[in-house]
């Protein structure tokens, strides 16, 4: 039924469930699954603040960047507030780096052989990037987590996952 699936990750908690949900499936049906992260250099300060709760280094909203002396020494001078492109940059595909392996330890633990799993990176705008990347691919389904927008931000904008459902031309799975 499914021999591709397209995993977008974003690191939050519902990514994960949403990799381990995905693992179930490829391995009962033995697709390969295709990990995709894109990277938003427009998102960084929320990337920052993101990774240090991935990493466990702080708390959210303890002063502008207290765990900075908290990460490696080498990614010390990528967190500081006047950061230059390439820093961002630097610092945008650590977190990427980051993020994915996180969610590829999910699929292996999960049954997904290292050789049903393949990894892209992208830069640009999330839902835009995954729809784009689930043609390319030719996946039979998109399983994704929801971060859970506000019910504010949701009708303003709307969210990645309801942008993805609605523009796929394969069926999702979106995992809360």
């Given at each position: 039924?499914?021999?591709?699936?397209?995993?977008?990750?974003?690191?939050?908690?519902?990514?994960?469930?949403?990799?381990?949900?995905?693992?179930?499936?490829?391995?009962?049906?033995?697709?390969?699954?295709?990990?995709?992260?894109?990277?938003?250099?427009?998102?960084?300060?929320?990337?920052?603040?993101?990774?240090?709760?991935?990493?466990?280094?702080?708390?959210?909203?303890?002063?502008?960047?207290?765990?900075?002396?908290?990460?490696?020494?080498?990614?010390?001078?990528?967190?500081?507030?006047?950061?230059?492109?390439?820093?961002?940059?630097?610092?945008?595909?650590?977190?990427?780096?980051?993020?994915?392996?996180?969610?590829?330890?999910?699929?292996?633990?999960?049954?997904?052989?290292?050789d049903r799993v393949r990894v892209v990176f992208k830069n640009g705008h999330?839902?835009?990037?995954?729809?784009?990347?689930?043609?390319?691919?030719?996946?039979?389904?998109?399983?994704?987590?929801?971060?859970?927008?506000?019910?504010?931000?949701?009708?303003?904008?709307?969210?990645?996952?309801?942008?993805?459902?609605?523009?796929?031309?394969?069926?999702?799975?979106?995992?809360?």
């Amino acid at each position: 039924m499914f021999n591709r699936m397209l995993l977008p990750v974003d690191g939050s908690d519902h990514a994960l469930r949403a990799a381990a949900i995905a693992g179930d499936l490829a391995s009962k049906y033995a697709a390969e699954v295709v990990v995709l992260h894109v990277i938003d250099p427009a998102r960084l300060d929320e990337a920052r603040e993101h990774m240090a709760e991935v990493e466990h280094v702080a708390e959210r909203g303890h002063g502008q960047y207290p765990w900075v002396a908290n990460v490696p020494s080498e990614l010390a001078a990528m967190l500081q507030p006047e950061d230059s492109g390439d820093q961002r940059q630097r610092m945008l595909e650590y977190l990427a780096d980051k993020i994915v392996r996180r969610s590829t330890e999910q699929l292996h633990e999960h049954g997904v052989g290292h050789d049903r799993v393949r990894v892209v990176f992208k830069n640009g705008h999330a839902a835009k990037r995954i729809l784009e990347t689930a043609k390319e691919e030719n996946s039979n389904l998109i399983v994704m987590g929801s971060r859970g927008l506000s019910d504010l931000m949701g009708a303003l904008g709307g969210s990645v996952s309801h942008r993805i459902a609605h523009g796929a031309d394969c069926s999702v799975i979106t995992v809360k």
